[in-house]
């Protein structure tokens, strides 16, 4: 039996402010947190009526999303800053490299600019110095394994493109810092 052609949905700010603080509580990290929220955010916004778009209550549901997905982000920022100042300090290539494909290219610069300038001279100078060497380890290994001149040949010197990648990057940093 069909009742209605369409359903309609009654939100009001604290109960989206009360959903956040459950979400809050049951998501086990900042990055689920934020899929979720996001994915609240943008069905809310594409499925309200039209006379509602511009209406306070909207507007303030609009504003407390908005403001948990600031703190989810941030949240995450912080996480993906530890891990990768850990990861450099370890000089774990795999983690490096999972954290640099996991972000954008502007995130990742964003928390490895954090992680080095949180580090103490001594740390951030072996970082540099390892990371120099990785990469000049990588690129001869690759030349040599290439049968043409001034290229790099990845599969044949057995070297992980997205590694190499993320380490190229930091170089890049480490050559602008």
């Not at 979720?36 to 609009?62: G, H, M, S, W």
């Not at 300038?117 to 290439?146: F, I």
């Not at 049968?147 to 493109?161: G, N």
Request: glycine share 2%.
């Amino acid at each position: 039996m069909k009742l209605t052609d369409k359903v309609s949905l009654h939100l009001t700010p604290s109960g989206i402010s009360a959903y956040c603080d459950e979400l809050q509580r049951s998501t086990a990290t900042p990055e689920k947190r934020l899929i979720a929220l996001d994915a609240l955010r943008t069905f809310i916004i594409t499925a309200v009526e039209p006379e509602f778009i511009n209406d306070e209550t909207f507007e303030r549901i609009k504003a407390i999303l908005l403001s948990e997905i600031e703190r989810a982000s941030a949240e995450l920022m912080e996480v993906n800053l530890r891990l990768l100042a850990a990861a450099l300090q370890r000089h774990d290539i795999s983690k490096i490299s999972q954290l640099f494909n996991s972000l954008s290219r502007s995130g990742f610069w964003e928390i490895l600019t954090l992680a080095m300038s949180r580090m103490d001279a001594t740390p951030r100078k072996e970082v540099s110095m390892w990371a120099s060497q990785w990469l000049e380890e990588a690129k001869r290994r690759g030349e040599e394994a290439s049968p043409y001149p001034d290229s790099i040949d990845f599969v044949a010197a057995e070297i992980e493109i997205t590694e190499y990648t993320a380490m190229t990057d930091i170089g890049k940093y480490l050559d602008y810092a």
